[in-house]
């Protein structure tokens, strides 16, 4: 056999074998993550969420919870993904996942979660944080900054299934109000009844809950929230929106 016909058939196996390795590969990565698949892990603070999509480093992810808004965004580390899948007793869509997962790179996220080492003071006020409660406010007919302070809390521990959590305001103001009145495109506030007047607050406050392995600090900035009595009577206030947020996850030592 001519030395040219045996390069280009050596050349030629070395590429399939290439090819075959990288389609291998491939198809391990798409077993060990699913992008938009409802991830569990219990046993660590990630509590059912989606893979969005993966930078280098970092994960943007979506954190189910039974709020009005169906959860929130995030950006996680890539390591701390992997631990969690790692130890976490995670499952995936309800069955076991699987573990020590590699995410391939894509669109960077634009919401940052910071989970850097934390100063000692910053690690006392979560814990205090954690246990500051507002005080149960009378049901009055007009709100009061103690009965807001208290339905907002209770809205943030209701999405916590029994988990420890606290929260701090900065501010709270009364921003603006107006009745709930039906219009050609339907009531101005869906969720409360018509003729109820619509209480806008602004808000600068942080929230802290205790999971068994991290305290999730979540600063909010120019947060809104409408604030009306539902068909029962009782108090409610829904998020209107925020300027910004920043998550810190503290170490329970």
């Known amino acids: 056999m001519p030395l040219a016909q045996i390069i280009r058939s050596l050349i030629f196996r070395v590429f399939f074998v290439i090819v075959t ?3 291998l590969v491939g198809a391990l990565f ?3 993550i699913q992008f938009d698949a409802l991830y569990n892990c219990p046993d660590s603070s990630l509590y059912n ?3 969005l999509d993966c930078t280098k480093d970092d994960c943007n992810v979506f954190f189910t919870n039974n709020s009005p808004e169906g959860g929130w965004k995030g950006e996680i580390s890539k390591s701390r993904i992997t631990a969690a899948l790692r130890t976490g007793g995670c499952t995936l869509n309800g069955a076991a996942a699987p573990r020590g997962t590699t995410m391939p790179p894509t669109t960077a996220p634009t919401v940052t979660t ?3 080492t934390v100063a000692g003071d910053e690690l006392a006020e979560g814990a205090a944080c954690v246990a ?3 005080a149960a406010a009378a049901n009055a007919r007009q709100p009061s900054p103690a009965l807001i302070k208290r339905v907002i809390y209770e809205r943030y521990r209701d999405m916590e299934s ?3 959590v606290g929260i701090t305001f900065k501010t709270l103001a009364l921003s603006s109000s107006f009745v709930n009145r039906l219009t050609d495109g339907g009531l101005l506030h869906q969720s409360a009844p018509v003729n109820a007047t619509i209480y806008r607050y602004k808000t600068d406050f ?3 809950v205790k999971y068994t392995d991290s305290i999730v600090r979540m ?3 120019e947060g809104y929230f409408r604030c009306f009595r539902d068909k029962t009577g009782a108090w409610a206030c829904a998020d209107d929106g925020r300027r910004s947020w920043d998550q810190t996850h503290l170490p329970v030592k």
């Open 49 to 51: 969420f989606k893979v």
């Open 206 to 208: 942080f929230t802290c």
């Open 132 to 134: 500051n409660v507002p």
């Open 21 to 23: 390795l990288v389609l």
């Open 162 to 164: 029994g988990r420890p």
């Open 219 to 221: 600063e909010v900035k």
């Open 114 to 116: 910071r989970t850097d």
């Open 30 to 32: 798409a077993q060990q």
